[in-house]
């Protein structure tokens, strides 16, 4: 089916470990982000790309990286894990990022 | 700086019931603002989009509408069912230059018992 998948489902880390997270969508989205929701924070943007090879940051960008060398793909990486970074991550993907948006089924990233 | 504020956080109704949620937002210079709908442990799923311009939304039961002026939009749903049960999320566009950062409210939590 056409969509946004994201792995793992669930992860746990410990402090200072690094891990990606994958996330591609198939329906030929230009646009691609990233958020973290946490209780009572709502959701809140990391990183975004408006195309591959191009990224900026969104309202928590440290401790994360992104790169897009592709349409389909806009992994993220954790570069040393740490327990404010526990949340839940989804990916998002939409044609222009101004609506019509597709979210992945999210990420439960617990560190320890 | 867009603030987005929804109310109420929890709505528990019995099936049947007309209801209405609430999304306020600070900065009435919206370019739009969507409505998703969040399932437990999973993503989210558009609902409705209101162009700046518009002033209602209908799809099936669902009905948006939009006043720019007092920062307001109301979700109404019709004759709910518990199919219905899900977190209901509001977003705009952060209009300092980048209408492709959205900020969120944080949802209304609704429970719809048989």
């Known amino acids: 089916n056409a969509g946004v998948t994201q792995t793992p489902k669930f992860q746990v880390l410990k402090t200072g470990q690094s891990m990606t997270l994958q996330c591609a969508q198939d329906m030929n989205h230009e646009y691609m982000s990233w958020y973290r929701q946490d209780p009572g924070m709502g959701l809140r943007l990391i990183h975004y790309s408006v195309g591959a090879g191009i990224t900026d940051q969104g309202e928590v960008p440290n401790g994360y990286n992104v790169s897009r060398s592709t349409t389909e793909d806009f992994p993220l990486r954790l570069l040393s894990a740490a327990p404010s970074q526990t949340s839940v991550y989804f990916c998002a993907s939409s044609l222009t990022g101004v609506y019509g948006y597709t979210f992945g089924s999210g990420t439960r990233l617990t560190v320890v | 700086k867009q603030e987005v504020t929804q109310i109420p956080a929890a709505l528990s109704v019995p099936e049947g019931e007309n209801l209405v949620l609430n999304c306020s937002f600070t900065d009435s210079a919206i370019y739009n603002l969507q409505w998703f709908r969040q399932d437990p442990g999973k993503g989210l799923t558009s609902l409705l989009l209101i162009q700046s311009s518009q002033r209602e939304q209908t799809s099936g039961r669902l009905n948006a509408s939009l006043d720019k002026s007092s920062g307001r939009s109301t979700l109404y749903i019709a004759a709910s069912q518990p199919g219905d049960s899900a977190t209901y999320l509001c977003?705009?566009?952060?209009?300092?230059?980048?209408?492709?950062?959205?900020?969120w409210g944080l949802g209304t939590s609704l429970a719809v018992n048989p």
């Open positions: 977003a705009v566009p952060n209009n300092a230059g980048n209408n492709r950062k959205l900020i």
